[in-house]
Each structure stands twice: as structure tokens, then as C-alpha cells.
């Protein structure tokens, strides 16, 4: 029987990431056979630019598959297996914000972490929700794959909104660094072995790493995260910047106070928040470098490739992000019962952890959704961090529905990377400024 052929609709089009996305799709054809890609964006002008560079990739290596882009959600939406989301609601401006505001008063200024976290959580949730609603309209038995950041808060607002819809969050931390894991002891890739992990999004720790033999291959990566974090001697895969290289080596020292596990790198901004604002340039930040950095060379490139009318030379390749979503997509069109890290509702299976707060866990993958694989007890020391965050998040997602000041201060306050209660009133008042376009009327 010939496989089904999928449409996939790629939503926040105008994405850095979607270009790389388009190729890695591409190049698994044999396993995820598409009929249709589409991308959607309510940005057209920034859109176009990615769009008409895509086109021509797909016309030269797959002419095939239809493609079409546009900023209507009817058009967008109709006739869609699989949506794969990925806004920045507010975009690089308002990341620059996100960062530059808590650093001005001496706290962690971070994309997903702490107050910049948050405030992009109240950005983003109401577009989410209207794509869950959209594709619920247009069609019902589509699934979004959701990277649309911060993960942790969009999920908590989707499971508690939207709780019977098929959105899945991820995220592609976990995979990147299972890379590199992977290539430190000498093997090719994450799928060179199995793992077990728990946390929240960007706030987690793997427990068990073991090869397809069931051996025992934690002992040789803490070897080299005690040596180096998670540097490496290559410039294979993702986060290989300057910035990126410092992130990787503070896991040596998240590893110390934790030697049974290995951590998650976003760790740092919440258990070293004090070095990584001493070390930070508060008036040139990582939203900065993106701006001068991949933003410019993704546009340059798409430009390049629609000027050329060609993309044969092009520089745009697949990376771990990608793949990632490609292999979920695979493995609900065809079943494949894939072990995969997935941010879903606890349910139970860490058993000493609130039953409705959303984790981010190993789950089986299949044709009707996921279902999380239990971790049992966690220790007290990881289980009291996640109990101060996940309570940061879900009083964000209160202050988010309620239009409450109060919520939003108790967020702030309840967050690790905040000091104290004053602080955290003065990065909210800086933020509602910043955030008037997006966020609701706080009172
Ligand atoms: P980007 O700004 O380049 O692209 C985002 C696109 O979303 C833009 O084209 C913008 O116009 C569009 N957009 C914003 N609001 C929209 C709305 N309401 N409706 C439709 N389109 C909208 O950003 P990027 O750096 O490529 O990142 C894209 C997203 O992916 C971000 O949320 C980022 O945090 C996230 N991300 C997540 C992970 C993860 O691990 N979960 C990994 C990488 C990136
Ligand atoms: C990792 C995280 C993402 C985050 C990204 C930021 O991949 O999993 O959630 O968006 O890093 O990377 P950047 O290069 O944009 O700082
Ligand atoms: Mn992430």
C-alpha cells in the first residue's frame, strides 16, 4: 500500500528556523511523503522573503509537493495534517525588551527564563490559542507540533484553555544536547541510545542514559561534563556561538551540585543566576546577536537564492531542530511508537509531583497522541525547584486570564532568578510599558 502523503502547514512562515525545516522535510520524503507544504504568517512582507526562497528549494528538489503561502487562516488552516508552529509574538524587538529590562535591574534578562520568560509567555498565549482555534475550525483532526516559545507557559495556558485540543509543545534542547552526549563518547547520534529525563521545560535532568544493550553510558558523559560541561571539539550541530559555548560549559558546575544527574543547560540562568548577570553584556544581548547574526544570514540567504532563481549552492541545511519535529510528525502519521521528550501534563508519572502541572518527560509516541512514561519519586532538591517554577508559570498564566496585576507581581516574585518582592514590582511596571501592544489590560 502506498504511504499517506501528508500536508503540513508551517505557521510563523517568516521564521529563522523555517528554512532549515523546509530542507530537513525534504530530504525525509522516503519517510514522511507530503502532498502539500504551506506556510502561514501574519507578517506578509517578512514572509514573502523566506516564501520565495523555499519555492525555489522545493521546485528544484521536490517539484512534487504543492507550495503556497499566504496570511489567510482560512487558507492557512484548510485541508492540514500536521501544523508546526513556531510565532515570536512581538519578535526580535520585544526578545531585546525581554532581556534588557530585568538586566537593568541587576536579574537574569532571558528569551524563556525568569521575567523575559514570562513576559513572552503573556505575549504569546493569545496567538496560540487562536492557532489551536483556527486549525480546530479548519481542520479538526490536524495536529500542531508547537515550538513556539516560552513552552512552558503556552503549554500550561493550552492544557488549562484549550484541553482537549491536539496541540503538543516541545522543545529541542533536550535533543541538541543528547547530540552532543552522543558524539562526546564516541557514538553518531541521540539515537545511538536511550534515555530517561524529567524536569519542566527549559528546567530539567536526565537520569539514565543507556545503549540499545542496556549498558550504562552515564558514567562516561559525566566524565567529560565534569571535565567540560558540554563542549566539545567540533562545530557539528546546533549552538556553537561564543554565547552558546558559555552555556555549555556551565553544565559542569550544574553538574556538581547534582552528580547523579546530567543537567539541562537552561538550569543556569535559575541556580547561577548571579555569575550569568555578572558576566552578561547588559546593552548588547543575545536577541542583539540574532539581529547582527542568524536573522541576517537567513534573509541574506533567502534573498541570495531568489535573486540566483536558484538554491543548489544554498547554505541552508537540516539541524537537530528540525529533525525533531519531522520525527514527531512521523511518528503520529505512521504510528511508530517513538520514545520522544515532550512537554505534557504530569498525570502521575512523577509520582510526588502535582498531577495538573505541565513536566517535560520521555513519552511514546503514536498515532493518537502520546503518553508519558513514569519516573516514580524525584529527590527533594529537584522536586523543590520545579515546585517554585511551575508555580511562577501557572500564576503568569492567572495573571493572563484574570488581567491581574497581582498574579503577575506574585509571578515575578515567585520566579528563582528574582530577589525580592521590590524588585520584581519594578521589572513588572518597566515591562507593562514594553509589553502594552500584547499584553491584556492589568488592573
Ligand atoms: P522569528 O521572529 O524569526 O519568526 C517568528 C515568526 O512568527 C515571524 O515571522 C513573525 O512574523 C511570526 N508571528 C509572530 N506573531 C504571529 C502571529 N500572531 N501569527 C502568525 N505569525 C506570527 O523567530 P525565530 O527565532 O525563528 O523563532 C521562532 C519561534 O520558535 C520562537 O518562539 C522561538 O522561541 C521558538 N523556538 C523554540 C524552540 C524550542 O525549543 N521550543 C527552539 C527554537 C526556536
Ligand atoms: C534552544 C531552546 C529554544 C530556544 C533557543 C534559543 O534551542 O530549546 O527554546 O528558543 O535555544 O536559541 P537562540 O539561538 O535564539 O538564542
Ligand atoms: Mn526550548
Redesign the pocket.
Known sequence: MPKKESSILI???????TPALVVMLLESLDKLPLRKLKL????EE??KTVAEACKIIIDERAPGVEFSYTTDPEEAFTDVDIVMA????G??ALREQDEKIPFKHGVVGQ??CGPGGIAYGLRSLG?II?LVDYMEKYSPDAWMLN???P?AIVAEGTRRFRPNSRIIN????PVCLEDIMARVIGLKDRKDFETSYFGLNHFGWWTKIVDHEGMDLMPKISDHVKRQGYTENTQKGQHKEESWLETMRAAKELHEIEPEFLPNTYLKYYLMADSTVEHANKEYTRADE?IDGR?KDVFSECRRITENGTAKDTSFKSNE?ASFITDLACALTFNTKERMILITENRGAIANFAYDAMVELPCIVGKDGYEPISMGDIPIFEKGLMEQQIASEKLAVDAWEQGSYLKLWQSLAMNKTVPSIAVAKDILDDLILANKEFWPELK
Do not use: F, W
Not at 505557521?11 to 528556523?17: D, K, L, R, V
Not at 516541545?170 to 534542547?173: A, L, P, T
Open positions: 505557521a510563523g512562515g517568516g521564521s529563522t528556523y502561514y504568517d501574519n507578517d517578512r514572509q513556531q510565532l515570536r509574538v519578535k526580535y528569551e524563556t496567538p487562536e515550538y513556539s516559545n513552552a516541545i522543545c529541542d534542547m540574532i536573522e531542530h
